[in-house]
């Protein structure tokens, strides 16, 4: 039992470790739930996130954010945030309508479907597989030996944040996620990277560039300071590109985009 109950706290800490390493690049798991996870297992809590200072061409980002934003957590993933969108809304039993809404019948691309952010990594990169493939080792390695921590090693080289899937190269997308801005016409938006976390690059770390998309868009298909505050929509042509930025790293762009912000909930 006691070697049972220390195999199970040496897989709790390397999903610890994993989770550590991929917010270290700014995955798309919250802060909170990592510093609550590191808690348990009594690792050290991971800090709060420092604010980045964007830059100046970003002037914009000092205003202060449209109501719509209340109740959101800064790391917050799609799904969470239009649940809590969907809850705000239903409690005020209001229906919007938005010109710029995406929607299958509006869609520029409309035989395309949605792609998720981990079609974007290729298959047998992601943590939970790396995690898969090495825990029958884990079991059979006692804790805090010499050798589970050169298998924490290697099973750390394996992750690999700009590992992109080559197949996506020419494909057209239609990708939902949240907008951290670089350029700006006047009050438009006309590049940015799209990001699977509400804040991420901006209130909480980058994520890796596997998970983060260069889009630039002519200014009828930009979008608002208001829109880019929340939950936008891109559609276009993805492209396998290796990309920096004053914000983060990208391993993907979208060309021919147009964008919106999303209400598909």
Same mark, same amino acid.
């Given at each position: 039992m006691q070697r049972t109950a220390r195999h199970t706290g040496s897989r709790t800490a390397?999903?610890?470790?994993?989770?550590?390493?991929?917010t270290a690049c700014g995955a798309v798991v919250r802060v909170s739930e990592q510093r /609550?996870?590191? &808690?348990?297992?009594?690792?050290?809590?991971?800090?709060?996130?420092?604010?980045?200072?964007?830059?100046?061409s970003a002037a914009p980002l000092d205003a202060t954010p449209p109501s719509s934003t209340a109740g959101h957590q800064y790391g917050a993933s799609l799904d969470?945030?239009?649940?809590?969108?969907?809850?705000?809304?239903?409690?005020?039993?209001? $229906?919007?309508?938005?010109?710029?809404?995406?929607?299958?019948?509006?869609? /520029?691309?409309? $035989?395309? /479907?949605?792609?998720?952010?981990n079609?974007?990594?290729?298959?047998?990169?992601?943590?939970?597989?790396?995690?898969?493939?090495?825990? $029958?080792?884990?079991?059979?390695?006692?804790?805090?030996?010499?050798?589970?921590?050169?298998?924490?090693?290697?099973?750390?080289?394996?992750?690999?944040?700009?590992? &992109?899937?080559?197949?996506?190269?020419?494909?057209? &997308?239609r990708l939902a996620g949240f907008v951290a801005p670089l350029t700006y016409d006047d009050d438009v938006v006309t590049e940015f990277l799209l990001v699977p976390t509400f804040g991420a690059c901006i209130h909480v770390p980058p994520p890796p560039p596997n998970q983060t998309v260069m889009v630039?868009?002519?200014?009828?298909?930009?979008?608002?300071?208001? $829109?880019s505050w929340g939950a936008v929509w891109v559609e276009g042509t993805m492209v396998v590109e290796s990309g920096s930025s004053d914000l983060g790293a990208t391993s993907y762009r979208i060309t021919d985009a147009t964008s919106g912000a999303y209400t598909d909930f």
């Open positions: 390397v999903l610890v470790l994993l989770a550590l390493m991929t /609550e996870a590191a &808690v348990a297992t009594g690792a050290t809590p991971v800090p709060a996130p420092l604010d980045v200072a964007a830059p100046s969470e945030w239009t649940e809590t969108e969907q809850q705000q809304k239903d409690s005020a039993a209001a $229906e919007t309508t938005t010109a710029n809404t995406a929607g299958p019948e509006q869609s /520029e691309f409309p $035989e395309i /479907e949605w792609t998720e952010w079609d974007l990594i290729p298959a047998g990169a992601s943590g939970a597989e790396i995690m898969a493939r090495f825990e $029958e080792r884990l079991d059979a390695i006692e804790p805090g030996s010499e050798e589970i921590d050169a298998l924490y090693a290697e099973m750390q080289a394996e992750y690999d944040p700009e590992a &992109v899937d080559p197949a996506l190269a020419g494909k057209k &997308v630039t868009v002519d200014r009828d298909n930009g979008l608002t300071v208001d $829109e």
